[in-house]
């Protein structure tokens, strides 16, 4: 057992920041860590609160942490910045706003940045939310901006999902369109106070309304100031609704198969890209590459060659 | 040897059409085509034009189409579309314009689809490229709209990127900033009509001083308005001493080189893949996959387990 790893299953903060960082750079203890908190690993409850930029998301998570820790329940944070971390004024006004949960040691917050241009979570992310979940956190809020690629992993790594939407956004519903409806678990109408709260929450429930009917769990619409604490403890009981939907639907379980299944695939995948480009540009078959670079030997016999060789003692798939 | 081939290496048109088709929709045969043709492989000059939208690269291909049947070559046209083919009124436009190319049998014209969000060339451009190589054309033509993904998939498919700019988008020069700038071995302002023509010529000028002074080849900016005739000459010539300089200076082979290698990694990686798929999923390794899934077994232990297994045979590798 690693002795980092000992030390944050006993409850320990620097060990737990410690490991956080060597998983979110992928180090090489990665998968070593992973192994060891395997066992406990399944009891958070992990909520996504996505949306356009500027609806408030941060205020929200502010505020749902307040409600947790009133009941008694440890919180992870994890923000994820678009583009850099504590780069813009908004994440820093955050980390201001968040001063108070700073200095309790019942919650833990940790901001990462989005890989590449094309978003989507960091690939620490879920190494990131594992470590929290074995150190024992029962709330996990991952705050991101939600567009493209971000909503897609969001959805495969969160129980939960709260949409928040605010009314000046004149096209929410075109965001809506755009793919975040399917992903939302719980819609918010925050900065209620701004004209046309009433009016999107309507359009919000038409829309769902279109949606099939048979919908296991219809998405409850709520509309809060966060920054007032209006609404805030509406949002906290719908995620526990949710959650309990999940678990007693058999849903949770369903999910946590295929994220296991998922992240499996994704490990095998990038093993075996890693040792397969080492075996063509300078191991065992570089000459055949190379005989494809001179163009003596065309690209789709030497990919059967190889394929071949490759597969020829594979399990029942040769 | 497959008859469509055989006939299309005869200069049979409807045979070119119906393997492009073919490989196009990345049909079951594509590896035996492309197998059959590859000894006559490696003749024709394959030039991207690429640029913002509205520069008028329809107009500059379809004259640079006429310059080369004045030279007596023959021409092949790929117009990659951002959405679908035929779809907006421009591309209609165009397919007016090169009317006359269509009754030109030295002239085959293709459009095809960029897939998916991202961008990015469809993935059967480059057999379709092959294939007009093949067939003898001369000149490829392959036309895209620069955004994100397809800049970096045209330099890696093109000898030749000639990127068209226009005075009147007033962010020209952050487009080059974006990436544009490193693609180009020709920059063409267009619509030069416009105001300001002269003073983005000379930006540009200025930005390629501030890059590295051991250039092999530093690109020329030519001013043109192709659609009336003017500049499109000097074009062609800053085209074909491009390609005179990529020979001399023996980049032409290393490109040719590198994309030959890149082409086997991803067939490699492409059938690989699909293979581990349904091994993981389906296979010899699904009861692996469902202990992952329980919860039983930890991905990353299963990861080992699975590449051990795999790749005991490898060649070196292993």
Redesign the interface.
């Known amino acids: 057992m690693l002795k980092l790893v000992e030390r944050m299953l006993a409850g320990e903060l620097p060990a737990l920041a410690r490991l956080i960082t060597l998983v979110e750079r992928e180090a090489p203890q990665t998968?070593e860590v992973?192994?060891e908190i395997?066992p406990y690993?399944?009891k958070a409850h992990v909520v996504g609160v996505t949306g356009p930029p500027g609806g408030g998301k941060s205020t929200l998570v502010d505020r749902l942490t307040q409600v947790a820790r009133g009941q008694g329940l440890s919180v992870g944070i994890i923000a994820v910045d678009p583009t850099s971390p504590f780069s813009g004024g908004a994440v820093l006004g955050d980390r201001i706003r968040m001063q108070r949960h700073y200095l309790d040691p019942g919650v833990f917050i940790r901001s990462m940045a989005t890989r590449g241009?094309?978003g989507g979570l960091p690939r620490g992310v879920r190494g990131v939310i594992k470590l929290l979940d074995a150190f024992g956190k029962d709330l996990i809020l991952v705050e991101t901006v939600g567009v493209?690629q971000t909503e897609l992993d969001i959805v495969e790594t969160a129980d939960t999902v709260v949409v928040v939407l605010v009314p000046e956004a004149g096209d929410a519903v075109q965001t809506l369109k755009a793919g975040l409806m399917e992903i939302a678990s719980i819609f918010v109408v925050n900065k209620a106070d701004l004209p046309g709260a009433d009016r999107l929450a309507l359009e919000i429930e038409s829309m769902l309304r279109l949606s099939p009917a048979d919908f296991e769990w219809r998405p409850p619409v709520v509309i809060t100031q966060a920054l007032n604490d209006i609404g805030v403890e509406e949002v906290y009981r719908a995620v526990e609704e949710h959650r309990q939907h999940l678990q007693a639907s058999g849903e949770l379980e369903r999910r946590?198969?295929?994220q296991?299944?998922e992240?499996?695939?994704q490990?095998?995948?990038q093993?075996?890209?890693e040792?397969?480009?080492?075996?063509?540009w300078a191991?065992?078959?570089a000459s055949l590459?190379e005989k494809?670079?001179?163009?003596e030997l065309?690209?789709?016999?030497?990919?059967?060659m190889?394929?071949e060789?490759?597969?020829?003692?594979?399990?029942?798939?040769g």
Chains 1, 2 share one sequence.
Do not use: F
Not at 275 to 280: E, G, I, K, S, T
Not at 309 to 317: A, E, I, Q, T, V
């Open positions: 998968p992973m192994k395997h690993l399944g241009s094309r493209g946590r198969l295929q296991r299944r992240e499996l695939w490990r095998v995948e093993r075996l890209q040792r397969l480009r080492w075996l063509l191991g065992g078959l590459t494809v670079a001179s163009g065309d690209p789709y016999s030497a990919a059967e190889i394929e060789k490759l597969s020829r003692s594979w399990p029942g798939g």
